[in-house]
């Protein structure tokens, strides 16, 4: 533990005590917590507000390593073994109680027992575990995955999974990109669909697994995408919203198309070709949705939410990311199943190509098309993952004005600017789309210093042509050049 991480604060991972707590509950569940989460660590003699080495006094010191470990191990189930540890920092002596990630979950408190002693970290706070996030941790905790368990509520005859068969293979034919990938496809079978945990065999009869109530969409198990529009960056104003249903297939290709009705297309041109452009590459959408649909958690209630905002497309995801990964991980390539029966659905059907690399492609197809890097948020309780709308960069079409739509062109040419290039038009445009963006992030989008862009809003404040609303980080520019026959 350095002087710095104690300066950055709490967090989900780490949390101070100044002093060994009287009661050891309270400091209990954070173990659990933390068990049950990623690991973590707990920093005694240390001031949680003030973030203050106070230190624990040498005479002291090795009775509190002893009440802590005996804490431990009277009040976890399963076992939890940290490893606790002295350090000296600002030269004060700290102890330092590192716990792991632990395997055998859910960790509660005995004394509570795990209906009411399980607890998780959220956003660098421990919270009492709600009823799905016992069942998530259970699942974890025996290796199993909940679309491979049997579905109760939903009866099936031989002509229904006879359906499902020629849908999948139909699927498979659709998605595939060349012709081998076409020929390389065969029948799916009773023993393909036991294997996978799509049924489940038993006695010489096939029950459906919670796979197939999610593949087939028949009802056994509310699964929703939903899809909306918002005017603005919040959700305060819809604009339109669309629930879909059926099928999961259909359902990634209802919000697919949703998203690409409501984004802004370019152009670019190839010799005397003109060729339509998203701004954000259609593939990298697709493939956004298609791993919500087989990494979200079918235990949570929540639903797939599709968001399309002035300045981002938002895919939020149902439940925390699996046990052994990380955000950090998963932008890497790692990737974690967490509903096997589904991964190998989508695989056959063409949806997945290649484990763990549909993260880091689509990263690269945004990134190329000029647009910030996605950004992936939460993964506690749910993971968002938000691609910015209208940047601009090399290679993205609305980087040349003259790509962008007439009727901002037309507005634009009664204001006080040199000529269409300047790029005083491009930073109107730039901002039009992205109000909230830093002067900093304003320059690094036009390739030029911050300086340049802060004379430049300098001259158009001066002008009347914008203003800054809120403090430099978190406010938004508003322009007062009014755009009336400019689209939204």
């Known amino acids: 533990m350095t002087m710095e991480e104690i300066l950055s604060g709490e967090s989900k991972n780490v949390e101070f005590k100044e002093s060994l707590p009287d009661k050891s509950i309270k400091y209990m569940k954070s173990v659990v917590a933390f068990a049950n989460g990623t690991g973590g660590r707990i920093v005694f003699g240390v001031a949680d507000k003030t973030r203050e080495v106070t230190g624990i006094g040498k005479e002291d010191v090795f009775k509190t390593m002893d009440s802590i470990a005996n804490a431990v191990s009277d009040s976890c189930e399963p076992a939890v073994i940290p490893d606790i540890t002295l350090q000296t920092i600002d030269g004060k002596t700290v102890i330092v109680m590192e716990v792991p990630q632990g395997r055998q979950r859910p960790y509660f408190i005995r004394s509570l027992g795990r209906e009411s002693g399980v607890y998780v970290r959220v956003t660098g706070t421990t919270r009492l575990a709600d009823e799905y996030m016992v069942r998530e941790l259970m699942f974890e905790g025996s290796n199993r995955c909940f679309d491979q368990s049997l579905c109760t509520g939903c009866d099936i005859t031989d002509a229904d999974i006879y359906a499902l068969c020629n849908a999948m293979k139909e699927q498979a034919l659709k998605n595939a990109r060349s012709q081998e990938q076409k020929d390389a496809v065969r029948d799916v079978g009773l023993q393909q669909l036991c294997s996978n945990g799509i049924l489940i065999e038993r006695n010489g009869k096939y029950y459906p697994s919670n796979a197939y109530a999610i593949l087939t969409g028949c009802g056994a198990l509310h699964v929703v995408t939903q899809c909306g529009v918002f005017k603005g960056t919040t959700k305060e104003t819809f604009v339109d919203r669309r629930e879909y249903t059926g099928p999961v297939w259909e359902q990634i290709d209802q ?42 958690s079918y235990l949570d209630h929540g639903n797939t939410q599709i968001a399309v905002y002035d300045n981002r497309l938002e895919i939020t995801s149902p439940g925390k990311i699996p046990m052994g990964q990380t955000l950090e991980r998963m932008k890497e390539g790692y990737s974690q199943i967490r509903n096997e029966a589904l991964a190998y659905a989508f695989s056959y059907m063409n949806l997945i190509e290649h484990w763990g690399s549909g993260i880091p492609r689509i990263i690269a197809r945004v990134k190329a098309a000029g647009l910030l890097e996605p950004e992936f948020i939460g993964g506690e309780v749910d993971l968002r993952i938000n691609i910015y709308r209208g940047q601009i960069g090399v290679n993205n079409p609305k980087n040349d004005p003259d790509d962008l739509d007439s009727s901002f062109k037309d507005e634009f040419d009664d204001l006080n600017c040199d000529s269409k290039n300047d790029l005083e038009f491009r930073l109107i445009e730039v901002i039009r789309r992205n109000p909230e963006m830093t ?42 050049i009014k755009f009336e026959n400019a689209e939204d």
């Open 255 to 296: 919000a697919y198309q949703f998203v690409l009705r409501n984004i802004h297309m370019g152009a670019a041109f190839e010799g005397i070709y003109r060729q339509d452009i998203y701004e954000i590459p259609p593939d990298a959408i697709r493939e956004l949705i298609i791993n919500a649909a087989v990494h979200r």
């Open 439 to 480: 002067q900093k992030d304003l320059g690094e989008k036009l390739s030029v210093s911050a300086s340049t862009i802060k004379r430049i809003l300098m001259k158009m404040k001066q002008e009347g042509k914008v203003i800054r609303e809120g403090s430099n980080r978190k406010g938004k520019w508003i322009l007062l």
